[in-house]
């Protein structure tokens, strides 16, 4: 049983994983928690404690072994798992994130992609056939698909999260400014791409005070 | 003089004031932090606290007035400064962003787009012509702008916020999954898609354990 931990505790183990990544590359097949920390401006104390939770790793006086800890993080962010996922709505956003490179080095699959726009339906996008959001039940079961991103209108939102739900999928992914609803067993994470832009002009209106 | 508060506290004066906007839309004049609570999920206790670090607001055993506390909440972040943007890089998710109409509720303005591409400069998005990364210093002057997101690759993410902040932007917007270094005088928020994608990820996978 993984231990229940924050969602910012999560966001840190994220960060490790990329930033153990990176050193891989560049051919560290050792690392500090006093390099790491000082990769991603967190304290090493931080680092341990956080990866203290999931077991021992690393060497006392040696530090992690830099493969070894990917596999670990990743095995404890599921990222292993490679989940199979879809995104609904292939306007602009869902069209930019269809075409994101990362997932795949994050592990997921994108598999499936929805819209209800005839004029869509059928075209290519990132080689895959956007498919009608009628079909959406059959194919997210026959792909095997546990994530969907919700990249349609807000009026849209809460009833493609219904169909969602009703097929099956563990998690949603959803852009979608406005709040949606979910039985309490679907994991939820909401995309708000307006608070990093609050942030920056509270932070500029500090400034100006 | 605006009082320091946290990220996180940052973020929920965002979704206050988003919840306040659509409140008022449903004609609702007076709304108690009890009412505001409920449709956040957020305590009102938390809420009152938030907001008495700016001042005193609403009425007590009556409610905020919901048009005022916008008012002010806009203030407080900023929102009513009405701050130019530009988008550095329109791929795919630039173009996303650019046709983002959050960005005007918000009162946020987007007066210019850059590439390098001879393909997609002289182009227009979102009623704004596209314009040549190489003549950013002179329009980011020109056109007043104080937030650039960046949204190019990798490679190219440290290089364009190095211009951004000699043409004198004051907050940086990054969409590149990778680490940039700015002058502590200048903003910077990371908003990193694949730390949702994550999150999902890791809480569904802990299900299955």
């Known amino acids: 049983m993984k231990p229940t931990i924050s969602r910012a505790a999560i966001g840190r183990l994220v960060l490790y994983f990329r930033a153990l990544n990176l050193a891989q590359e560049k ?3 050792i690392i500090s928690s006093e390099d790491l920390g000082k990769l ?9 404690k956080d990866l203290a939770l999931f077991g021992q790793f690393g060497m006392k006086g040696i530090g992690y072994f830099t493969g070894e800890l990917i596999n670990q993080i990743g ?6 798992d490679h ?3 879809a995104i609904v709505g292939v306007g602009h956003l869902g069209g930019a994130l269809a075409n994101y490179k990362n997932f795949e080095a994050l592990g ?7 819209d209800k726009d005839v004029r869509v339906i059928g075209s290519i996008v990132h080689n895959i056939k956007i498919s009608d959001v009628k079909n959406l039940k059959s194919i997210i079961n026959s792909r095997n698909i546990s994530i969907a991103a919700i990249t349609v209108p807000v009026g849209e939102a809460q009833s493609i999260a219904d169909l969602l739900v009703d097929a099956g999928v563990k998690g949603i992914w959803n852009f979608a400014p406005t709040k949606i609803i979910v039985p309490p067993d679907i994991h939820l994470v909401n995309e708000d791409l307006s608070m990093g832009l609050s942030t920056l002009s509270y932070l500029i209106s500090k400034d100006q005070m």
Request: zero cysteines.
């Open 75 to 80: 095995n404890i962010l599921g990222l292993n």
């Open 83 to 85: 989940l199979n996922m």
């Open 40 to 48: 991603l401006d967190i304290t090493p104390v931080q680092i341990r």
């Open 108 to 114: 997921f699959k994108l598999v499936a992609l929805f």
């Open 27 to 29: 051919g560290m097949q």
